[in-house]
């Protein structure tokens, strides 16, 4: 295993072990994927196994290339940071994804004045990283996820209009879903 390797399952599961401790003293919500809790813990322990087995390593791997690394960990670093950064700003707000929170605040500051959903954005930037510094296997995992954020998104924002239906319509029209000025 390359250090740069390493270093971004180090990365991981801090920012997993964070993400869990982190979620403790939410605010109450709703969500009609709770009851998939196990499926999920299921998957990502599959996917910790196949990683640890050096699945997503071989032929496919593109880290032979130094330069390459460096521009992954950057990206992988920069990503993680967003997604932390929004986690920070969203406070007790936050949830599972399509979560509806009793008495949510609109969030609007920080990383959401140009972007919607930032968390996403940061995981998703930290898959691409991923995928460029260790193997292009990751590809296939940030599409898969990016899909669900997309998926997510659009159900979450659909509750936000019904909720806060004076101020969601201009925030959302003066904002975008993922990439700033762009999607």
Known sequence: MHVVDIIIFVCWAVFWIYWVVAAF??????????????????????????????VFRGSHSIVSNPWLEGIGMAVFLA???LAVWARVYLGRNWGM????????ELITSGPYR?????????????????AIAVSVYWLVAMVLIGAYFIYSATVEERFMVGRFPDTYPAYKHSTKMLIPFVL
Request: glycine share 12%.
């Open 114 to 130: 140009r972007v919607r959903h930032p968390i996403y954005s940061g995981i998703i930037l930290a898959m691409t990283g991923t």
């Open 79 to 81: 990503g993680l940071a």
């Open 25 to 54: 003293g939410n605010k109450a919500g709703q969500s009609q994927w709770t009851r998939f809790a196990g499926v999920r813990i299921g998957v990502f322990l599959v996917i910790f196994l196949l990683v640890r087995a050096r």
């Open 97 to 104: 994804p399509m979560t509806q929170k009793q008495d949510p």
